[in-house]
């Protein structure tokens, strides 16, 4: 157990609906990061928080995606107006310092 | 900018046997190297890293790996292979401050252990 949680853990929405998802990373977390992972492939990054500043957007991530840390703990990771290239696997990773990478359980969405 | 090969998609060994995963890697400075383990529908469980030292690390569950700089590879092996180790094994490589921290992983190679 990583101590990172993500809720829901599987979401199933219509295209064009808004869908939101949580990472809880543990407190010594000051680095957050969100992958996307499709089918056959592995994770790629997407954005990352030092605190609650957001420092790095990837081009995966369009204008219809939108991610926050308020407060330096939680991060929400907002889609609008899904599509359905949207499924994927979405994984929140926190870390302290310089070290690892500590992966949650990860958010199966499916866009139908 | 950096990347991460992983030549086999697929491999399947028998129970009892050794095992070698390849990675070579691309990272324009000295890499934080990672091996992370996947399973059905789970996330990611790390399950060594190397960060600098001594080019040999051991991890988790048996596993090793080796970074040799000269051939830009971080292969991870086990010597004798547990049918629990069936899963989707992903090399990744970071750097070690600020933007650069984060990971670039290869497409994974799915292991297949058989009885």
């Known amino acids: 157990d990583t101590g990172v949680s993500q809720d829901p853990r599987h979401k199933i929405t219509k295209r064009g609906q808004n869908v939101t998802f949580r990472c809880d990373p543990i407190?010594?977390?000051?680095?957050l990061y969100w992958y996307r992972q499709t089918l056959g492939q592995g994770p790629e990054f997407l954005t990352y928080?030092?605190?609650?500043?957001?420092?790095?957007k990837s081009r995966l991530l369009s204008d219809r995606f939108s991610a926050e840390r308020p407060k330096g703990s939680f991060s929400t990771l907002e889609i609008q107006r899904t599509e359905q290239g949207d499924s994927a696997m979405y994984l929140c990773?926190?870390?302290?310092?310089?070290?690892?990478?500590?992966f949650g359980p990860g958010t199966r969405l499916l866009v139908l | 900018a950096q990347s991460v090969t992983q030549p086999d998609i697929h491999i399947t060994v028998s129970e009892g046997a050794s095992l070698e995963l390849r990675c070579n890697y691309s990272?324009?400075?000295?890499?934080?190297l990672f091996w992370y383990v996947q399973s059905p529908g789970q996330g990611l469980q790390l399950l060594l890293k190397?960060?600098?030292?001594?080019?040999l690390v051991q991890g988790i569950k048996g596993f090793e790996a080796e970074f040799k700089r000269s051939q830009s590879s971080f292969n991870l092996r086990k010597p004798s292979v547990h049918w629990s180790d069936a899963a989707e094994y992903f090399c990744a490589v970071g750097g070690n401050t600020g933007t650069a921290s984060k990971l670039t992983f290869g497409t994974g190679t799915r292991l297949q252990v058989t009885l």
């Open positions: 928080f030092q605190n609650e500043a957001q420092l790095e």
């Open positions: 407190s010594e977390h000051n680095r």
């Open positions: 990272y324009g400075a000295t890499p934080y």
């Open positions: 990773a926190g870390q302290g310092g310089k070290e690892t990478q500590y």
């Open positions: 190397y960060f600098s030292g001594d080019t």
